[in-house]
């Protein structure tokens, strides 16, 4: 099969500037933050078990469940029930806010991704348009955009769904040579680039028709990828902090393992006037 390559160059905005200013975690520093973080659960968690212990009850009952006790108590309902809110009068107006009309006047796009990073050299981006699918190589690590859940433009919204994978081309390596010697076959996911990228940020879409990929496709890939140049240090930190406490979060559960905890659970009989 033949395939029309088209490469487009995609230039660098003032923007990449101002975005390189975020600040990486150190090892240190994540494990500092998760130390905080994890001894802040274990203690409200403590204080609310505390709390509720400490309602009067009119009887108890517990049972073992996966090697940790589970009280039931039942106490006496709150003295006053929710009431409900109040209905907002008809008459009732609220001041424009106008930056709100403009954002709610932006087009939104929903932009469903696949990517694919190889050896975070470069990545494989699957674009999916009115059911239909198309492929992009480019130079960029998208994997840097995991985090990332919505980002807007002049004239749209776009919320991101993007699934991920990351492929190194030793480790596949190394799960072929482990699957021949256990006698399995084993397809290696790794794939090289179709073309020889440059130093410059650059994208190549890989299709058979250039007339048949519509503007559409053009345009959620140039905001994408605009956005991305735009924040490209920001969202490199992000990524790597993100990574960085994810790795420390797994240090302190090796560390502090989780214990099963007994569970409290206070119930009341409530009852609400018929409307």
Partial sequence: MSY??????????????????AEKLSPTESDQKISVSETSKRAFAAELKSSLERVPSFYETEIIEDGRK?????VAPPAELPSAKPKASPTTTSPVNFSDLIEESKE?????????????????LIL??????????????????????SFETEERRYSYFGMSDQINQEREALN????????????????ASPVQFSEEP?????????S?????????????????????ERLKVVHHNAQELQAAR?????AHPEEPQDIVLNYSRLSTPAE
């Fill in 176 to 191: 072929a040579r482990f699957a021949k010697e256990k006698g399995f076959d084993y397809t290696s996911r790794w794939k």
């Fill in 250 to 254: 797994e240090r302190y559960k090796a």
């Fill in 70 to 74: 589970v009280l039931f108590r039942r």
């Fill in 202 to 210: 650059e994208y190549v879409l890989v299709t058979e028709d250039e």
């Fill in 212 to 232: 048949s990929v519509p503007n559409e496709v053009y345009q959620q890939f140039d905001d994408l990828l605009g956005y991305y140049l735009d924040n490209k």
């Fill in 108 to 124: 939104p796009i929903n932009l469903k991704l696949y990517v694919t990073v190889y050896d975070e050299a470069y990545s494989k």
């Fill in 4 to 21: 029309h390559f088209i490469l487009l160059l995609v230039p660098l905005s003032p923007l990449y500037i101002w975005a390189s200013q």
């Fill in 128 to 149: 999916t348009v009115e059911e239909n699918r198309y492929t992009v190589w480019t130079n960029l690590n998208f994997a840097h955009l995991q985090m990332l859940g």
